[in-house]
């Protein structure tokens, strides 16, 4: 299992991506958000192709408080079935790493 993980997020826009990343940063579970405003994204939902402008966040983390993590994010977000996508980091610049521990501690 790897120590470290990025988390990928879609939101309805930059407000709701903002919300949640100050609760995210704020209670220590992540130790920084990058949020990327009008993303196009293009599905299927209930059986109707769908086309909307998203907000994505990216969060880095310890990856032991990515299920915290997971249900703090479901519990704030507005979707009733948000994209949450967990990626382990096998690799990184350490300082950086050591800066994420320290963050979240």
């Keep these: 299992m790897s120590k470290y993980c990025l988390a990928y997020v ?8 903002r919300s949640i990343a100050r609760e995210l ?10 949020i990327f405003d009008n993303i196009e994204s293009h ?17 880095k983390m310890p990856s032991e408080n990515y299920h915290r993590f997971e249900e703090k994010v479901s ?13 382990d980091i096998t690799n990184g610049k350490q300082t950086f790493l050591s800066w994420v521990t320290k963050a979240t501690n």
């Design 10 to 17: 879609t939101t309805s826009g930059k407000d709701e991506a």
């Design 25 to 34: 940063v704020e209670s220590k579970l992540v130790a920084c958000v990058n």
């Design 43 to 59: 599905f299927i939902w209930k059986e109707k192709l769908c086309s909307e402008n998203e907000t994505i966040f990216f969060a």
């Design 75 to 87: 519990e704030l977000h507005s979707y009733d079935n948000p994209c949450i996508l967990k990626l």
